[in-house]
Nanobody, 120 residues
């Protein structure tokens, strides 16, 4: 079984920075695309950023130029560096990974979520 464990959320003032981490563990053969999503109160979950196994990235327009997604393939870990945070970035952030297990099975896995709160 594969698990994603997130860390790094918290409370920050507008204009500040936070760095989220997400580590995959378990019966992993390889990790393909990884990503970050967020869900604000009363809203649907939305894509924030994705990164391929080769390092190609895509971002939501709302975070371009402020957030940076990266990964360490040796550690099966992804990161989200969030700068110039705004109150509208307040949400629960979820990491996501497309994993090939040692059994050969393909799985999409989600983290438990970490709360990011940006105060004015």
């Amino acid at each position: 079984q594969v698990q994603l464990v997130e860390s790094g959320g918290g409370l920050v003032q507008a204009g500040g920075s936070l760095r989220l981490s997400c580590a995959a563990s378990g019966s992993i053969y390889s990790v393909n695309a990884m990503g970050w999503y967020r869900q604000a109160p009363g809203k649907q979950r939305e894509l924030v950023a994705v990164i391929s196994s080769g390092g190609g990235t895509n971002y939501a327009d709302s975070v371009k130029g402020r957030f940076t997604i990266s990964r360490d393939n040796a550690k099966n870990t992804e990161y989200l560096q969030m700068n110039s945070l705004k109150p509208e970035d307040t949400a629960v952030y979820y990491c996501n990974a497309h994993v090939v297990e040692n059994s050969g099975r393909f799985r999409e896995v989600w983290g438990q979520g970490t709360l990011v709160t940006v105060s004015t």
